[in-house]
């Protein structure tokens, strides 16, 4: 038998459900971690498909996009219907079907199993949430349920791990699962609804209380005033974790690398080999890995959010809001999403039904203030803002960062709306989202959302971030001067940046000084500002690189920053207005391949990632060179 | 009436849907189960006016105020003795 054939033996069972359902639960219980997310073949819908973790001839599992009715409208509902009615547009037909019946919306659930009964496929179910028909004043009689629906039925309660061995061994046993019996053909959605009703009815004792812990819940979060200052109280945890909690991890990572440095100085003889080493590799990838912990901790406190079903109140918060720029709530959890990186912001604009404002929101997305920014930001402020009291307890360098934030998102905001004024025309789409039960987190499902990121961004580390840190190195050391000889030899910190100068990086930026003198960049900023294109991370060790060379003793950083002067001229190498018109350019320019490539992914071409880096590109030119000239004549 | 007149609290059973409002919307309120005599009860509006949340069926979903417009309704209550269902009419086979 072919590979080919064997597999499809095996069988392929697909997950049908409606949104909310605890569908992902049941499907990372079913596959464990053996799974793979990838697209369907040419849209942007996610497909994960994984093999079932039980018994010695496992199904594939694939997890549908989530359906309230076989009708579709979006494009991830689109899909699933192509797939459940095997038109072969999007993938085989399955074997079988696992449908989810949710226990705290059971009627529509069962309305959505009506019609999948119809396809005529072997039919099981699992009913999640189950402890919700209890606590809601139900009996929870399986055997009737099933009698009643006419398929086996699996209780499970996903949060708790109750019943998932007995879903996974009902998976492994869809070939014994029966064909649907149904004595009509199709029915409307009031005829589903009557007879998800009966059977409620029937099966499950008297019909279902509504769940009052969630209403109780929503009368506080709903509020109009308790609502929104709850939303700040969380923005400021949010927030406030990126400032203070990551930083000890940030702190010590950072102190490890430079560690490992001076280990590299002292056991290889100086040169180029312990300089590759110390600079480019260790300084350019530790500069990366050490922002992790804090986007870990952005993520696991945005994934818990939506895990508990907050993220969709927020939207329903923030619509009012986000429609004066011409978006709606769904595009606030993007933009959210955004600050600890772009590319998870971009990828969730999935679920924004209107072209328009999805695509306005991926293009605006990276003005908001990510996680690679703040190595920079930190840099520089830490090198020029004094560490004073400003208001109370308000410190300078504190606020000067706040501000940074706030200009950034503003940015995006009046962004957004200037292109749905402008470029992204188009009505006003309705708004209409689901507010789901609020239920305890599933603390599984997060860690293997955060073990993804992860993985994503330390290979992203490794690989672009190091080959770039790596090449600008190269490019930093090559070509070599002739060693001066003789009494007359300049002393080493001036030798290193009359190097740097003579280097290949050293000549393009010397070639760029003309476009960037209106920002007060010489050709050491600009050579940083190369590499950074790539990545923003890249900037600071590239610093470290330039501005280390020419530093004398206990070396900071930040100092040399401060202090630097050039060797021959003695003049500031970074003077403040130039600093400012650093940070500005930062806050605009859009410096990320991954952000380019999911632009690109996502908008299936390269028209839009073009036009995004080169307006951002623009933007911060021009805020660069305001600011210098602000600054310049305020310092005068 | 309109959905979007429903004050706070207030429950109505819908009546229809007006024509303004786009066919993929009013299949997808169906699934969800808002029918004809199906009661929808007003949660809340947002703090700045816009959205309004809803429940049908045990479903809470929100609308903003120009679709909920589109949406018929007449005020009534739940058929009593039962929380969230239609008055169901006839047919039980499946």
Redesign the interface.
Known sequence: MTPAAAERELGLLALVGTPNSGKTTLFNALTGLRQKVANYPGVTVEKKEGRLAFGDRPPRVVDLPGLYGLEAHTPEEIVAEDVLRGRGRFGERPSALLVVLDGSALERSMALLRSVLDLGLPTAAVLTMADEIKARGGRLDIEALSRELGVRVVPVVGHKGIGLEEARALAAGWRTWPLPALTKGPLGPAERYAWAGGIVERALGAALREDSRSQRIDRWVLHPVAGPALFLALMTVFFQSIFTWAKPAMDGLTRLTDALGGAVERALPPGLAASLLKDGVLHGAGAVLAFLPQILILFFMLLLLEDIGYLARAAFLMDRIMGWAGLQGRCFVALLSSYACAVPGILSTRGIPSPEDRLATMLVAPLMTCSARLPVYALLIGAFVPDRAVLGPLRAPGLALLSLYLLGSFSAFGAAWLLRRTLLTGDITPFYIELPPYRFPTLGNIAVAMLDRARIFVRRAGTVILGVSVFTWVLLNVPRLAPASGDAAPPAAARADRQMRYSLAGRVGAALEPVFRPLGFDWRINVALLGSLVAREVAVSTLGQIYGATAEGGWDLRQALRDGRDPETGRPLMPLPAALALLAFFVYALQCVSTLAVLRRETNGWRWPAFAFSAMLACGWVAGALTHWAAAALLR | MSLAELHDGQTALLEGYEPGL?A??R??F????L??DTPVRR??R??????I?F?V????????R??ARLVRVRLGRRAPG?????P???????
């Open positions: 786009p993929p919307w299949r997808r169906e699934d969800l189960g029918l004809p949660v809340r947002a703090p700045l006016g816009d959205p949340a429940e069926r045990g479903t809470f979903f929100c609308l903003r120009a679709q039962r929380s969230s269902q239609s169901a009419r006839g047919c039980r086979g499946a």
